[in-house]
């Protein structure tokens, strides 16, 4: 039994079928045990993905690639100076995805995909949790829900899995598309459609539209699990594929109830389209936006066969993925980390986290959301306003919408003297000693942003 191509690796003229490549300087016996697509990590016996955009050229990088022991290259431009075997293609991002759509075939592991503007990656990783008590179970790791990081995800495949829990990231048409043709799910999770990516798409419309496309690569019959509280999903044009809504209003057919809400924990109930319930779901989180999370992932869990008691083990079992509402101490100060990434939905999300977690004083330190196009200025001055609703008492706002955060703020009644603007990152940094000042013993601070602010920086400040 082929155990995988980490494991037991794939002959170099196989890998290259599996491309649609042509095969140059084959050395006989030579074995891929891996992809890659940067030779500064790049393990050994891994094949090097040559990728070209629009400001480098992995082309160029086929050398380096040899020195760090790679197993082949997969270029669109020869090497004529390097010995190391090279598998020539029009384009190696469509060999990866080939390459990936044509290796995940080899295994056939039930798979689930998850989209949606906000929660994909807590799903994902409830999804995994659940799961992972009765199946041997693959997911996506870090941000490898791209063109790119699905086939690297994919790669990672074994005859051990039973399962794959894939999320897949967007920011045009035609994205989502491409990734579920490479994976076809078998069940698929939206778990809403929210403000990302307006910049791009313009109307949450053509998001939807975009969100959608997961469905391209499902087979006729398969599941599609959708958030029915979101007014966009709720009219999905569904197809063929069997549509199932999850949710906390009642028109869902799996309904959470008698949610009940702790300092550290929510317990809810779940009522099944057979009239049944499954009583004493618990995680070990607070907010509305896990309940939907969860929710999806139980739903998930219980069209997988697994048992109620199952279920709740696998809730218990969650882990949050690094940066998102992760919790620590710090010199006598709460830290809450949430700087994964940012839109006007998990940003209020964040803020009502922060209202129900603090003992002490609130205070936020709040960067740019991106990809909101022309409402970014209104958007951003909303997530001012929520931040006073939610009762911070002390504001940094950072970035190029910092000034759109204060005025929110301010409008809502937050004192002129406890809000504080920089231009950027850089700048809270270099002020940072005296932005310390304002802050005390027992406060709690959220650090929300979106990913390009790159505020875990000011994170290891504290």
């Known amino acids: 039994m082929f155990g995988g191509i980490n494991k037991d690796g794939i002959r170099i003229e196989e890998f290259a079928e599996m491309c649609k490549g042509k095969l140059f300087n084959a050395k006989k016996g030579v074995k891929v045990f891996g992809i890659s697509t940067d030779t500064r990590s790049i393990q050994k016996g891994e094949a090097f993905f040559a990728i070209k955009g629009e400001n480098f050229d992995g082309n160029k990088f086929v050398e380096e690639a040899r020195k760090h022991n790679a197993s082949c290259a997969v270029v669109s431009c020869l090497d004529n100076n390097s010995s190391l075997p090279q598998i020539l293609v029009e384009d190696s991002v469509e060999a990866m995805c080939r390459f990936a759509k044509k290796y995940k075939s080899l295994f056939r592991p039930i798979t689930v995909a998850i989209t949606g503007s906000v929660g994909k990656t807590t799903t994902k990783q409830y999804t995994h949790a659940i799961l992972s008590t009765l199946y041997p179970t693959l997911k996506t790791e870090g941000n490898l829900n791209s063109e790119i990081g699905l086939p690297i995800t994919l790669s990672h495949l074994t005859s051990e899995h039973k399962a794959a829990v894939i999320e897949m990231g967007m920011s045009n048409l035609g994205e989502i598309r491409k990734l579920s043709e490479i994976a076809e799910p078998d069940i698929s999770i939206i778990t809403n459609i929210g403000c990302s990516h307006l910049e791009y798409l313009h109307t949450r419309e053509n998001i939807l539209k975009a969100k959608m496309e997961i469905i391209d690569g499902m087979k006729d019959g398969s599941i599609l699990l959708l958030n029915g509280d979101n007014e966009y999903l709720r009219e999905a044009d569904c197809k063929k594929i069997c549509r199932l809504f999850y949710g906390i209003n009642d028109n869902n057919d799996y309904v959470a109830t008698n949610i009940r809400m702790g300092n550290d924990e929510t317990l809810y109930d779940l009522k099944t389209p057979d009239d049944g319930t499954i009583k004493d779901l618990r995680i070990k989180s607070y907010g509305y936006d896990n309940i939907y999370d969860s929710l999806a992932a139980v739903v998930c869990g219980i069209l997988f066969g697994l048992s109620d008691e199952d279920l709740r083990r696998g809730l218990l079992e969650f882990q949050p993925a690094k940066m998102r509402k992760n919790i620590r101490q710090s010199n006598g100060v709460t830290v809450i980390e949430d700087y994964y990434n940012a839109c006007p939905e998990s940003m209020k999300s964040a803020l009502e986290f922060l209202n129900h977690k603090s003992i002490g004083r609130k205070t936020a330190i709040l960067?740019?959301?991106?990809?909101?196009?022309?409402?970014?200025?209104?958007?951003?001055?909303?997530?001012?306003?929520?931040?006073?609703?939610?009762?911070?008492?002390?504001?940094?706002?950072?970035?190029?919408?910092?000034?759109?955060?204060?005025?929110?703020?301010?409008?809502?009644?937050?004192?002129?003297?406890?809000?504080?603007?920089f231009k950027s990152t850089d700048e809270f940094i270099d002020n940072y000693p005296k932005a310390k000042e304002y802050m005390k013993q027992g406060d709690c601070v959220l650090i929300k942003a979106s990913r390009s602010m790159h505020f875990e920086r000011i994170s290891e400040l504290m």
Not at 370 to 379: I, W
């Open 367 to 421: 960067g740019d959301m991106k990809e909101l196009g022309k409402d970014s200025p209104l958007l951003h001055s909303g997530i001012g306003k929520a931040a006073v609703d939610n009762g911070v008492e002390l504001l940094f706002a950072i970035g190029d919408y910092a000034e759109d955060i204060k005025k929110g703020a301010e409008e809502e009644g937050i004192d002129d003297s406890s809000v504080f603007t």
